[in-house]
């Protein structure tokens, strides 16, 4: 089955604490992206990749770092310069290029900080 | 700057009702895309339709229908006869430009979303 995971589903960290969160996807999708959910809030990008070893930021990106190192990864690292992490994650991927892209989002990692 | 705006926080509707989400857009493209989503408590994003800005006819995906009128700029969900499965979060999303690869981004911009609760 073709999907996109994310792991964990719940993470706790403390404050001043780095934390990854991981996004896979066997799709064979070009794109990848990170947004954050607030509550009562709609997604905000944070970063964004089109393709292998590269990658832009969102809107949002102040406090977060990314990788793409493959095709199939695109793990967002949550760092302590990010002031307020506790938020829901969402990553997803599109197939890229021209047309209507349309992204396909994971399970999502519930990241609180304690 | 480019916007989406969902007016109606929370809705019901009885058990096989038709029901229709508001999504009106802001935007200085000409070319641009719309997209609803569905997100269950679980909280995964699920994609429900999608339409384009040169699109004729309104898109439709079974019970799912998207009601597009351009000059209002609203891109307005039907959902046709209501499941209890169908309580959930919507939320109408746009993509604004011609997609190019390695040019310009296929970045959605969200709205805050519509709370549907469907009622036996």
């Known amino acids: 089955d073709g999907g996109i995971t994310q792991s964990p589903k719940y993470l706790f960290r403390k404050e001043g604490q780095n934390v990854t969160l991981s996004c896979e996807q066997n799709l064979n999708h070009d794109a990848m992206y990170w947004y954050r959910q607030d509550p009562g809030q709609g997604l905000r990008l944070i970063y964004y990749s089109q393709i292998v070893n590269d990658f832009q930021k969102g809107d949002i990106a102040e406090g977060y770092s990314v990788s793409r190192e493959k095709k199939e990864s695109f793990p967002l690292t949550v760092t302590s310069a990010q002031k307020n992490p506790t938020a829901f994650y969402l990553c997803?991927?599109?197939?890229?290029?021209?047309?209507?892209?349309?992204?396909?989002f994971g399970p999502g990692t519930r990241l609180t900080v304690l | 700057a480019q916007k989406i705006t969902q007016t109606q926080p929370g809705m019901f509707v009885q058990e096989k009702e038709a029901v229709t989400l508001d999504c009106t857009y802001d935007t200085s493209d000409q070319s641009y895309g719309l997209f609803w989503y569905k997100q269950p408590s679980s909280g995964e994003m699920i994609f429900l339709i999608y339409q384009g800005s040169y699109d004729e006819q309104n898109a439709t995906e079974g019970r799912y229908s998207l009601n597009f009128q351009k000059a209002r700029k609203s891109a307005n969900l039907v959902i046709s006869a209501s499941q209890l499965g169908d309580s959930a979060m919507y939320f109408c999303?746009?993509?604004?430009?011609?997609?190019?690869?390695?040019?310009?981004?296929?970045?959605?911009?969200f709205g805050t979303g519509t709370l549907l609760a469907v009622q036996p």
């Open positions: 999303a746009m993509r604004e430009g011609e997609i190019a690869y390695g040019g310009a981004t296929n970045k959605l911009i």
């Open positions: 997803a991927s599109s197939i890229g290029g021209q047309g209507a892209d349309t992204q396909y």
